[in-house]
């Protein structure tokens, strides 16, 4: 059985015997009830927090909190007002009311430097508040304690951000609704430390693709929301193909025409001081020695005899010269960055010149990736001579098949010279061993201790973002990087601006890369708890988290650029292409009109992706459609009748379900025997194809 295919049936249930399923001791798909711990009886409370009609609890900060401290609030009080149907607002130290306090909870957020509290408890004994010195930058503490006869739930991290994660996480998994089922939201007795594993995260915002270059200053403000909320910490945000140059000419060839884009260089440095109030650096980049940017400007300079199309030489020195001096202008100019990242020309291909095509050592190294890490090594000093706290990051590819850089031991060992932590190497999926001295592979960690991991978790089942983090913690990586390209591979809202990143399948992926690099070592079992937790509440129901996760996995089966997912949004109209306008020929009448003009060769590969896709349409409409419908009617009956949780996660489902109904019709099929049809068609006109 496929990772996939393990959440792709949920049990079919009529809608009327709902309730049972949310009795206790009920095991479905491997999720177990909490223990005592996660389900407080009435003495095993610390304290209720609120009630219906009475706001037991008040939200704390300090006085002219931080942007993220305030936030953190915000999310905290607005999740124990939905919960429990009371107003509670987020209050100032100094605005607190003074009397009556031992009768209300405080829920006191802060740093040791911004809370006296925390301070004193931070400086005491290890344990709850006095672990919070050994916590890093993004670690924190939730615990409940009584001072002076005053009850609190303090929130404490080193710094802003750490403090808005530590809310988020209590609003999901500490400050929970009364299991009894009275409406309270209560806390049970806490001290939890927690820290990622995973030290960076960092989202890749492929954002020339699609729709990406349109999304103006406050779309990609929204985006960012979203990813602080998974407590994102870093940005590549791709700007050097999209960047207006100062001192060269401009060649930006931006598909549709540059009146498409949505940003200027001004609005990348505000985008980057919001980054910043988010707690993230921001990184500017783009390709290096391709990709547009400074690889545009060839045609004026003697780097153009030794070109290919994909980009520029690296061994040519008027191309390194070209590149460092356009990357340098570009961090002059976006001053609001924190540096600049690099995805060089490797992935179009090697320059095939016979300069960078000389090999260096008897192992199979060239000349072109000891030219590469020469450029990187002079932009370095470069650029460190100017802004000595500039942070910079270099892609690794590694592809056997092609030989980009699978026989390049050469290229590693200048690699490994570099040891500064202003410097990260963004390895692709394949990169988990390197090759060494003497051509032997070797752990990435043996290069370098500053490794990041690039992945694409939105075409991953669950449990393979759990398995793909655990293996780059085991293995040293510093980071995960997780691709965002705005059109990704599994989308269902290519049109929607700006991307919703509070909707399925997103929503459910981001909640996973977050909590599996926190924690990789939990089990799916207890990430599922979690799940329960955040999306039902303690005692919720157990078959909507299976609906929750039946309809990611729906969504993105088959693989990252072959799915359910493009399939429907593909025979809808509604795939974007690179011109930021929804692809023709995508219907089977419109594709097969368009084949007419074609060659055999051209109509074979027509008719197989019209099969592949009329094929992956018919099992939807004969497997999924019985099953989306029971999920339809259980959120339904969950968004009338089920607990706050329950209802805002059936909505959320419900709309997915909505949205998948509105792309079956606009595919203009609507019984299996029109698919059959097709397909039967199809199969007719292949006989004509040399590639049948």
């Given at each position: 059985m496929s990772q996939h295919a393990r959440w792709t049936a949920p049990v079919l249930v009529p809608p009327g015997r709902l309730m049972r399923l949310c009795l206790p001791g009920l095991v479905l798909f491997g999720l177990y009830l909490p223990g005592p711990s996660s389900l407080p009886a009435a003495d095993d409370r610390f304290t209720i927090l609120a009630q219906p009609g009475d706001a037991r609890c008040l939200v704390v900060t300090p006085d002219q909190p931080a942007p993220m401290v305030s936030r953190g609030a915000t999310e905290l009080a607005r999740i124990i007002s939905r919960d429990s149907g009371v107003q509670v607002p987020p209050l100032e130290w100094s605005t607190r009311p003074h009397t009556a306090q031992p009768q209300k909870t405080i829920i006191l957020l802060g740093t040791p430097q911004t809370s006296p509290l925390i301070a004193q408890r931070a400086k005491g004994p290890s344990g709850g508040l006095g672990n919070l010195p050994l916590l890093g930058t993004d670690g924190y503490v939730l615990q409940t304690l009584t001072h002076h006869a005053q009850r609190y739930l303090v929130i404490a991290g080193n710094s802003p951000r750490a403090v808005y994660y530590g809310a988020v996480y209590a609003s999901e998994q500490v400050v929970l609704p009364d299991p009894s089922g009275s409406g309270a939201v209560v806390v049970a007795p806490t001290s939890l430390s927690r820290a990622p594993v995973m030290r960076e995260r960092a989202p890749y915002l492929l954002n020339f693709s699609g729709r990406g270059p349109e999304f103006e200053l406050e779309d990609w403000k929204v985006v960012l929301d979203g990813l602080a909320r998974e407590s994102h910490n870093r940005i590549y945000f791709w700007w050097q193909s999209l960047y207006k140059p100062r001192d060269f000419p401009d060649r930006r060839q931006l598909a549709g025409g540059i009146a498409r884009l949505g940003m200027t260089n001004d609005d990348v440095n505000r985008l980057a001081r919001y980054a910043h109030t988010l707690g993230m650096e921001f990184l500017i980049g783009g390709g290096a020695f391709s990709q547009g940017g400074a690889a545009s400007l060839v045609q004026d300079h003697p780097t153009t005899k030794a070109v290919k199309a994909v980009g520029m030489c690296p061994s040519h020195p008027t191309a390194q010269d070209l590149q460092i001096r356009f990357s340098l202008e570009m961090l002059e100019i976006v001053h609001e960055?924190?540096?600049?990242?690099?995805?060089?020309?490797?992935?179009?291909?090697?320059?095939?010149?016979d300069v960078c095509q000389r090999p260096v050592d008897e192992y199979g190294s060239k000349q072109y990736g000891q030219s590469e890490m020469t450029f990187l090594k002079n932009f370095c000093k470069a650029l460190w001579s100017r802004r000595p706290r500039a942070q910079v990051a270099w892609m690794v590819e590694l592809d056997k098949p092609r030989k980009m850089h699978s026989e390049d031991p050469a290229y590693f060992a200048r690699l490994r010279e570099i040891d500064d932590p202003r410097l990260h190497w963004i390895l692709r999926s394949s990169a988990w061993q390197l090759p060494g001295p003497g051509g032997n592979y070797l752990p990435a960690a043996y290069f370098s201790r500053n490794n990041i991991w690039l992945n694409k978790p939105y075409a991953s089942s669950l449990e393979t973002i759990r398995k793909d983090v655990l293996l780059a913690a085991q293995r040293g990586f510093l980071g995960y990087a997780s691709a965002f390209d705005v059109c990704f591979g599994v989308d269902y809202h290519g049109l929607s601006t700006p991307y919703p990143t509070d909707k399925l399948p997103y929503e459910l992926t981001s909640y996973a890369f977050r909590e599996f690099c926190w924690e990789p070592a939990q089990t799916m079992s207890?990430?599922?708890?979690?799940?329960?937790?955040?999306?039902?509440?303690?005692?919720?129901?157990?078959?909507?988290?299976?609906?929750?996760?039946?309809?990611?996995?729906?969504?993105?089966?088959?693989?990252?650029?072959?799915?359910?997912?493009?399939?429907?949004?593909?025979?809808?109209?509604?795939?974007?292409?690179?011109?930021?306008?929804?692809?023709?020929?995508?219907?089977?009448?419109?594709?097969?009109?368009?084949?007419?003009?074609?060659?055999?060769?051209?109509?074979?590969?027509?008719?197989?992706?019209?099969?592949?896709?009329?094929?992956?349409?018919?099992?939807?409409?004969?497997?999924?459609?019985?099953l989306l419908k029971q999920v339809q009617n259980r959120c339904r009956e969950f968004a009338a009748i089920g607990s706050s949780r329950e209802m805002n996660t059936a909505r959320m489902c419900l709309e997915f379900i909505d949205h998948t109904h509105r792309l079956l019709r606009k595919s203009r099929f609507r019984r299996v025997e029109e698919v059959d049809a097709a397909l039967a068609d199809l199969a007719a006109r292949s006989n004509d194809s040399p590639c049948r």
């Amino acid at each position: 059985m496929s990772q996939h295919a393990r959440w792709t049936a949920p049990v079919l249930v009529p809608p009327g015997r709902l309730m049972r399923l949310c009795l206790p001791g009920l095991v479905l798909f491997g999720l177990y009830l909490p223990g005592p711990s996660s389900l407080p009886a009435a003495d095993d409370r610390f304290t209720i927090l609120a009630q219906p009609g009475d706001a037991r609890c008040l939200v704390v900060t300090p006085d002219q909190p931080a942007p993220m401290v305030s936030r953190g609030a915000t999310e905290l009080a607005r999740i124990i007002s939905r919960d429990s149907g009371v107003q509670v607002p987020p209050l100032e130290w100094s605005t607190r009311p003074h009397t009556a306090q031992p009768q209300k909870t405080i829920i006191l957020l802060g740093t040791p430097q911004t809370s006296p509290l925390i301070a004193q408890r931070a400086k005491g004994p290890s344990g709850g508040l006095g672990n919070l010195p050994l916590l890093g930058t993004d670690g924190y503490v939730l615990q409940t304690l009584t001072h002076h006869a005053q009850r609190y739930l303090v929130i404490a991290g080193n710094s802003p951000r750490a403090v808005y994660y530590g809310a988020v996480y209590a609003s999901e998994q500490v400050v929970l609704p009364d299991p009894s089922g009275s409406g309270a939201v209560v806390v049970a007795p806490t001290s939890l430390s927690r820290a990622p594993v995973m030290r960076e995260r960092a989202p890749y915002l492929l954002n020339f693709s699609g729709r990406g270059p349109e999304f103006e200053l406050e779309d990609w403000k929204v985006v960012l929301d979203g990813l602080a909320r998974e407590s994102h910490n870093r940005i590549y945000f791709w700007w050097q193909s999209l960047y207006k140059p100062r001192d060269f000419p401009d060649r930006r060839q931006l598909a549709g025409g540059i009146a498409r884009l949505g940003m200027t260089n001004d609005d990348v440095n505000r985008l980057a001081r919001y980054a910043h109030t988010l707690g993230m650096e921001f990184l500017i980049g783009g390709g290096a020695f391709s990709q547009g940017g400074a690889a545009s400007l060839v045609q004026d300079h003697p780097t153009t005899k030794a070109v290919k199309a994909v980009g520029m030489c690296p061994s040519h020195p008027t191309a390194q010269d070209l590149q460092i001096r356009f990357s340098l202008e570009m961090l002059e100019i976006v001053h609001e960055a924190d540096g600049v990242w690099f995805a060089p020309r490797d992935k179009d291909g090697e320059c095939h010149c016979d300069v960078c095509q000389r090999p260096v050592d008897e192992y199979g190294s060239k000349q072109y990736g000891q030219s590469e890490m020469t450029f990187l090594k002079n932009f370095c000093k470069a650029l460190w001579s100017r802004r000595p706290r500039a942070q910079v990051a270099w892609m690794v590819e590694l592809d056997k098949p092609r030989k980009m850089h699978s026989e390049d031991p050469a290229y590693f060992a200048r690699l490994r010279e570099i040891d500064d932590p202003r410097l990260h190497w963004i390895l692709r999926s394949s990169a988990w061993q390197l090759p060494g001295p003497g051509g032997n592979y070797l752990p990435a960690a043996y290069f370098s201790r500053n490794n990041i991991w690039l992945n694409k978790p939105y075409a991953s089942s669950l449990e393979t973002i759990r398995k793909d983090v655990l293996l780059a913690a085991q293995r040293g990586f510093l980071g995960y990087a997780s691709a965002f390209d705005v059109c990704f591979g599994v989308d269902y809202h290519g049109l929607s601006t700006p991307y919703p990143t509070d909707k399925l399948p997103y929503e459910l992926t981001s909640y996973a890369f977050r909590e599996f690099c926190w924690e990789p070592a939990q089990t799916m079992s207890q990430f599922r708890m979690r799940m329960r937790n955040r999306y039902c509440g303690p005692t919720g129901s157990l078959q909507l988290i299976d609906d929750l996760i039946f309809l990611r996995a729906f969504a993105i089966r088959g693989t990252w650029n072959q799915n359910t997912s493009n399939m429907l949004t593909r025979m809808a109209g509604e795939m974007v292409g690179s011109d930021g306008q929804p692809l023709a020929n995508t219907t089977v009448a419109s594709a097969l009109e368009a084949a007419k003009g074609d060659n055999k060769q051209g109509r074979a590969l027509t008719y197989a992706r019209l099969k592949r896709d009329l094929t992956m349409l018919r099992e939807v409409m004969t497997r999924d459609l019985p099953l989306l419908k029971q999920v339809q009617n259980r959120c339904r009956e969950f968004a009338a009748i089920g607990s706050s949780r329950e209802m805002n996660t059936a909505r959320m489902c419900l709309e997915f379900i909505d949205h998948t109904h509105r792309l079956l019709r606009k595919s203009r099929f609507r019984r299996v025997e029109e698919v059959d049809a097709a397909l039967a068609d199809l199969a007719a006109r292949s006989n004509d194809s040399p590639c049948r």
